[in-house]
């Protein structure tokens, strides 16, 4: 087996996907940001009241997932037709699950929008708390299901 | 305690760091791609030769390091002098630890740089080896030490 | 009526456009300069011979259009195929009129862009004359005509 | 006198700060969106709940801020040291006021930073709120004050 | 003949390709750095081992590839469907010629993607070797073939 | 001797800067494009009248020289403080070139910027007349001369 972004002399190269059909492809993918108490209580009290935190993480995990193309060599510009971001309270954690629903009517799929989205938006849970606790950790990003294209569909087990 | 993201009317700001004296500053971040074996053993014997997934991810790292005040909303713009990465193999897990060095000499720290490199790079490995594995986890992206700054040393304990 | 950008939790999200038609869209927009005299008298008469303070913003206004979607964070990225400007010389004013006219095959419209294209093209013109003039005025930025897809068409009455 | 961007040959170019002191320098920029009664409630009892039409205008201005030197041509890049936003409600316009307040200590001024804010918040909010309004006018974009530099204390008055 | 970048009052417009098929369209571009034996043997020798100079300059001609229609302003977006490069050496130069491949469906031609890539490839070369010589040259970037579209098949002669 | 941007693993890295001395630093690049009679004589008159193609060159190579951190993978961000474009008529070539002096007071070197923005600035001349001469050629593009910095004045022999 090759990896496809490797050409027969090593070199990266950003593979063909000309003859491919368009077609629609949806990724879900999700990551987990860990904190003490105190940075949790923070962010979850400010969201009741007007949660910008959260909401700004949101608002970067968007803009982060338009800019996959830029950030991930290899990766196909696309012209994403929509993404979702959802956030769990994990209180017992305690912590914030990520989870963000890339979709496009194209010829590639969108797994790298969606991590990408989830990577930038913890990303920024972590920048807006981190006055408060520097010991955070982002963890289990991970593709939790796609679908469409010729390698179907793939939930996690 | 604030956070010292958000205003007195829980509007997100760029926080004043004007008034900050400019002093060398340093941050350590990493994190790790868990993979297949088959994976695992694609990208580390392709190392062997010529590695360049490990090394499309280091260029993406240092890359995506420098696109952070674009990435995380309330990021201020900076200019770091340095940014290093080294990459250990975790034969066991299997899978591989990326580790960023950030340094500036300037009124703010450099953590946010160090953890969105390691996070881009990541990212990369798992864009470059998706065909073969798509159960992927990239995970503990943490700051492990930082000095400069007001707040001094920081080191994971 | 809800705010399509908002999911049922109040969390902006990109709306999915993914089951819209593709049609040929068109949206107009204009917006206006207001200056002194002076700062008048030097763009045009240097556009009588050479015109750069013009041509410059002309030039940032499309590549202003081309970056919206990276700008405003709600908005899908888009393969515009036309951007056109066009600038009125209000000499009673004074001031100068700067008019977008973009294009696009696709699911979504491109209001935006134009607006966007109009925006950054007299905050141009603001930045290429502010030396003799920093009470500039920009003023009546609104859509002045869309057509295409299911909303129809649009002319500011 | 002479535009300051255009060199001798009426090209443009980006103008030699090199000699400048470098200051302390503050610019505070405003301007207005104006509504139909419909879109202003709309916005306004949701952000009496979450806020996130007002929010989502307050990141993306700040993030358009830090895009100035890529935005417009002529424009050097800067390394803000902080951005602040303010929103004031126009209840009888209706629509809203946003105010963006943007310090460096450097050899340029920010005056295009605050400019370049307002605008792209002003725009996010047209965005977010343009299926219920195409009709808001984006109004009295202006330098309101700035300090520092040679040129001083400027105050509108 | 016109120059269809300009429009009749000579300002600078995205030109219309609305109404232009959809074509599969391929462009090929090369371009050559000439440099002392010193640094060619350098690269020539690393490459040997490891290579990264040239896989270097690889990825930032893919990256720049993608960038096109930021730098250059009358480009149109496109979602390139392929990026691919090859690198020859050129023992008795001495030095190296990049050559690009980029491809599209879509309904203009992408001669200046595969263009950018070459330059900013050899520009990297360039960065990276250039503590060992700074008089390098870049030289004969051209267009060797492009195919598709209504003005068809272009072979340099 | 060592390439500076290859760390002992032979991983590429962005050297560090951090202790090296603040001093002004100029480059001068250039480069040439060899076209047509065809295409010089358009581009020529129209610049006799209005000269739309180079003035969108030179705001291309200004700006292109502003994102040269982002292009070229081991570069710096830097804030350059003046980017100055110079144009010459090679009417015996025929042809046009084009020189870009960029100045900095900082840590490393303007190399890049200059060097960037002549390519960036070419490439645009190409793209707006190649409707008329698809076989123009980019070539010489190089150092001029630089001062300042550790490794002190270096001119073109």
New interface residues.
């Given amino acids: 087996?090759n990896?496809?972004?490797?050409?027969q002399?090593?070199?990266?190269?950003?593979?063909?996907?000309?003859d491919k059909e368009v077609t629609?492809r949806v990724a879900v993918a999700s990551?987990i940001i860990k904190m003490s108490q105190?940075a949790y209580d923070?962010i979850a009290s400010?969201q009741a009241?007007?949660?910008?935190?959260?909401?700004?993480a949101?608002?970067?995990a968007?803009?982060?997932a338009?800019?996959t193309?830029?950030?991930?060599?290899?990766?196909?510009?696309?012209?994403?037709?929509?993404?979702?971001?959802?956030?769990e309270h994990l209180e017992d954690l305690p912590g914030f699950k990520l989870i963000v629903t890339a979709?496009?009517?194209?010829?590639t799929g969108v797994?790298?929008e969606a991590?990408?989205g989830v990577?930038?938006g913890l990303?920024?849970i972590?920048?807006?708390?981190?006055?408060?606790d520097?010991?955070?950790?982002?963890?289990?990003?991970?593709?939790d299901k796609?679908s469409g294209g010729k390698s179907g569909e793939?939930v996690?087990?």
Avoid: F, W
Avoid at 49 to 56: A, D, E, F, H, R
Avoid at 69 to 87: E, F, G, N, R, V
């Fill in positions: 087996m990896l496809t972004h490797l050409d002399n090593d070199r990266p190269n950003m593979v063909d996907v000309g629609k990551g105190e923070l400010n009241k007007k949660g910008p935190v959260l909401q700004t949101v608002i970067a968007i803009q982060g338009k800019q193309s830029t950030l991930i060599p290899m990766c196909h510009p696309l012209m994403l037709t929509s993404i979702k971001c959802d956030i979709k496009l009517s194209g010829k797994e790298m991590l990408t990577s930038i990303l920024t972590y920048d807006m708390i981190k006055a408060v520097k010991s955070m950790i982002i963890t289990d990003i991970m593709l796609k793939y996690r087990g």
